[in-house]
């Protein structure tokens, strides 16, 4: 499945086989694309976040992901857990969980930033959120 890099000017967040953004697009605020999941399945992706190629050392720094009605609402409707799993090597995990992933279907907004220690935010990636129905009948 390869990986697939998301960047912003010398920032790159890369998931490894993960569909995170086709079309992305990137600017100020951070890379734009869009997931499309369906309804009531648990999913995970891998992330790297890397400066000018070198991994980012997130010791001390937080990563938070959030899920909104569109892209101006302030209010999440969901807040997939984030994971650092190697700080060093600036390496997370996303994860909505099943029992979280009951959005109805149709097109919400993700969004994806890092704090670091100094508390200084830095948007990584936002964009569609797309909840597809998903049933074995």
């Known amino acids: 499945a390869g990986s697939r890099r998301l960047g912003c000017g010398r920032r790159q967040l890369v998931t490894w086989g993960g569909h995170v953004a086709r079309g992305a697009t990137f ?26 190629g070198v991994a980012r050392n997130l010791t001390g720094s937080t990563v938070a992901a959030r899920i909104t009605a569109s892209e101006t609402s302030t209010t999440a409707l969901k807040t997939p857990t984030v994971t650092v799993t190697n700080a060093a090597a600036g390496q997370f995990t996303v994860t909505v969980a099943a029992a979280q992933a009951d959005l109805a279907a149709g097109r919400y907004w993700w969004a994806l930033q890092v704090t670091d220690s ?11 959120f797309i909840v597809h129905p998903w049933s074995i009948a």
Do not use: N, Q
């Open 118 to 128: 100094g508390g200084v935010e830095t948007p990584l990636c936002s964009g569609p």
């Open 27 to 52: 600017g100020d605020l951070g890379g734009t694309g869009s997931w499309s999941v369906r309804a009531g399945t648990t999913w995970t992706r891998a992330f790297t976040l890397k400066d000018d």
